[in-house]
């Protein structure tokens, strides 16, 4: 077991596989067979869409509510630690975590066959469902395109990933904080709008 979960590589593969185990159990004991049809490809991309979610808004929030905060008590002597080894890493999953979570948002819709009246915001159709995660499709690419063209470029300068001046170092440093601080606000009914369309409409 410590093979396991001293290694985060074993632990998500050992979390697949159970999640694999508990699948094959599940369908068998209730129906009988192992079966994957339209419908359950569909659960499947909405379980690997909250995944992905998980993974971008959790290191969102960790910047928000834990390290941006926690920077200006931290010694002069240990912030390089969070500036060159930390914040890269977080900094990685964060973007990769946004990018798939748009791509298989968008594959869910396009499976489901709403795509175009979500992106209409149910003005194509005046179904409520559609208006509500079109809301929060649009919220999502508009955080997706702040992380990857704002954020990123922003703190590749800020950490010195690419070479700036101090006075544009300290610009983007504060140019990533407003963009991230930005995606924290939009967060909110971004999961209020994508929450809704699965539970009340």
Not at 39 to 46: D, K, S, V
Not at 115 to 135: C, N, S, Y
Not at 186 to 191: A, V
Request: charged residues 10%; contains cysteine; hydrophobic residues 60%.
């Amino acid at each position: 077991m410590a093979a396991i979960l001293t290694s985060i590589r074993n632990t998500v593969i050992a979390g697949i596989v159970l999640t694999v185990i508990m699948v094959v159990v599940l369908m068998v004991w209730y129906s009988g067979s192992v079966t994957f049809d339209h419908a359950w490809g569909t659960f499947i991309m909405r379980w690997l869409h909250v995944i992905c979610g998980i993974m971008w808004i959790g290191i969102l929030w960790y910047f928000n509510f834990v390290q941006i905060p926690t920077m200006p008590s931290i010694p002069d002597e240990l912030k390089p630690a969070i500036g060159k080894h930390i914040a890269p890493a977080a900094l990685f999953w964060f973007r990769w975590g946004a990018m798939g979570t748009i791509v298989t948002g968008l594959l869910l819709a396009w499976m489901n066959g709403y795509i175009v009246d979500a992106i209409a915001i149910g003005l194509t159709d005046g179904v409520d469902k559609h208006t509500a995660i079109g809301i929060g499709m649009w919220l999502g690419a508009i955080m997706w395109f702040n992380v990857w063209f704002i954020i990123w470029p922003a703190q590749q300068k800020a950490l010195g990933i690419v070479d700036a001046e101090p006075d544009v170092k300290a610009a983007a440093a504060r140019t990533a904080m407003l963009f991230s601080r930005t995606n924290t606000l939009l967060s909110f009914p971004m999961l209020y709008a994508m929450i809704s369309a699965q539970n009340i409409y």
